[in-house]
């Protein structure tokens, strides 16, 4: 697959079968940025936990499908869609390219994200562009897009209409959303100062989006976020210094991989949760600081 292909996606092969051992199967996750990091970690757990997976990537093709091989070891079905989210066409035919490849998805995790440093005095329209487009505008495109699958699984007009009418009755009677969508978020939200202006503006769009998306497509879907902290060593930071600022939180440490993805497990299946932030950080946002945690341990 060409690495300028930023739509295509492969399917996963025959469906995965429900074997003793083995949980329950819950539906179909699409996970944005799920080739690596944090993004690979929230895949493994949706996939333990008994959900097909479709993992999202736009260059790391081959981690990609390295773990789309390692979810099919678990006994789920898996896929790799590739897209650029910076590019609305692309990321419009996401949920699409899923629903081909593994069904229509009933979870989608927006965990990609651009993460580049700037201040106030050398921010660029460029820089808050590109980050407004990949960190707000496609977590909001594939919202809109999982709540019109689902609207179309439910069925036509007519005598589609009636049974979607029959299944709202019954999925409110059982109190339980069709589907949830979880953004990822960063506990800077509630712990502001200059650093990173660009993404810390574009995570908080989309944290007020969470809640407006919340309000907007139940019941058929559920919004929620979670905030994580400090949790992987990133840009020019080294480890030694990256395990200090680890620390600086009420808890003493901040969150892994493993830790965020069991959060975003649980709101997978927690149906009474939406329009809220899950805080997944050991406290951190509880600390203010001046400056971004990966700088005061220098």
């Known amino acids: 697959m060409p690495a300028s292909d930023t739509s295509a996606s492969q399917p996963a092969g025959a469906t995965a079968h429900h074997t003793a051992g083995q949980p329950a199967p819950r539906g ?11 993004g690979r970690a929230i895949a493994l757990e949706l996939a333990a936990q008994g959900w097909d997976v479709a993992v999202h990537c736009h260059r790391s093709v081959d981690e990609a499908e390295a773990l789309a091989t390692q979810i099919r070891a678990l006994g789920r079905r898996a896929a790799v869609l590739r897209a650029d989210l910076a590019d609305e066409a692309a990321t419009s035919r996401l949920v699409a390219d899923c629903t081909a490849a593994l069904g229509v998805p009933t979870c989608l995790v927006n965990n990609a994200s651009l993460f580049q440093y700037d ?13 407004m487009r990949t960190n707000v505008a496609a977590p909001l495109l594939l919202a809109r897009e999982l709540h019109k699958a689902l609207a ?8 589609g209409k009636a049974a979607e009418k029959a299944a709202e009755k019954a999925a409110e009677k059982a109190a339980e959303p069709r589907g949830v969508v979880i953004n990822l978020l960063d506990q800077k939200l509630d712990n502001l100062n200059p650093d990173f202006l660009s993404y810390t503006l574009s995570k908080a769009a989309l944290q007020t989006a969470t809640v407006q998306l919340a309000q907007a497509l139940a019941p058929r879907l559920r919004v929620v976020g979670v905030a994580p902290g400090i949790t992987l060593v990133s840009g020019e930071q080294s480890e030694q210094s990256f395990r200090r600022a680890h620390r600086v939180t009420p808890l003493g440490q901040s969150s892994t991989p493993e830790d965020i993805a069991q959060a975003v497990a649980y709101l997978a299946q927690a149906r009474a949760v939406t329009g809220t932030t899950l805080y997944v950080d050991g406290g951190q946002h509880l600390m203010p600081l001046a400056r971004d945690v990966m700088f005061l341990t220098e």
Do not use: K, N
């Open 119 to 131: 201040v106030a005095t050398s921010f660029s329209y460029a820089s808050l562009d590109t980050h």
């Open 28 to 38: 179909v996750a699409l996970v944005t940025g799920g080739a690596r990091r944090v």
């Open 152 to 159: 179309a699984a439910a069925g036509p007009d007519g005598a």
